[in-house]
C-alpha cells in the first residue's frame, strides 16, 4: 500500500474541520481565491472564498444545527483533483440532515505550507437539499423574529 499523497492528506484534514467545527483550520485548507460550486446549480451560484465559508459555517456553528458527522466513503485522485464520495448527517429542529456527496476538489501549491484547494465542485442530493433548506430557512427568519420582538 502507498503512501497518501499531499493533496488527499489536505482534503482529509478539510472534511475533517468540518466535523470538528474548527473554522480556522477548514480555512486554511482554502486559497483566496477559491470557487466553490453547488452542482446543480440551480441550487445555489458559485461562491468565491468568503461567502463559502461564511455559508457553510453559518450552518455548522448555528447552535441548533448539531452532530455533524461528515464521512468519506470512497476517495479518488487524478493528478491535482481529488475525489470523494461522501454522506453527511445532523440533527436539526426542523429535521435531520442527511446527505450524499460526490465532491472535486482541485488543489495546487508544491509544498504543505503552499499547498490549497483552489476549486470544490460539491455534486449533492439536490432532493434532500431543497426540503431540509426549505425547513431551515423559515426557522431562521422564525428565530430571528422572536430575537427582535419586543418582551411583553
Not at 484534514?13 to 480555512?27: G, M, S, W
Request: aromatic share 10%; net charge negative; glycine share 4%.
Amino acid at each position: 500500500m502507498s503512501a497518501e499523497s499531499a493533496q488527499v492528506s489536505l482534503v482529509r484534514k478539510l472534511i475533517a474541520a468540518l466535523n470538528a467545527v474548527d473554522r480556522v483550520t477548514y480555512t486554511a485548507c482554502l486559497s483566496q481565491d477559491l470557487k466553490h460550486i453547488i452542482l446543480p446549480t440551480t441550487l445555489m451560484p458559485e461562491q468565491g472564498y468568503k461567502d463559502s465559508v461564511a455559508f457553510t459555517f453559518g450552518l455548522l456553528e448555528h447552535p441548533k444545527f448539531r452532530n455533524y458527522n461528515h464521512v468519506i466513503d470512497r476517495i479518488y485522485e487524478n493528478g491535482n483533483s481529488v475525489i470523494l464520495q461522501t454522506h453527511a448527517t445532523a440533527n436539526s429542529p426542523v429535521g435531520d440532515w442527511k446527505q450524499e456527496y460526490i465532491i472535486i476538489f482541485d488543489v495546487v501549491g508544491d509544498s504543505d505550507d503552499e499547498r490549497k484547494i483552489v476549486k470544490i465542485q460539491e455534486f449533492v442530493d439536490s432532493r434532500a437539499a431543497v426540503e431540509f433548506f426549505g425547513k431551515w430557512k423559515p426557522f431562521l427568519m422564525q428565530e430571528a423574529s422572536s430575537l427582535a420582538a419586543p418582551p411583553g
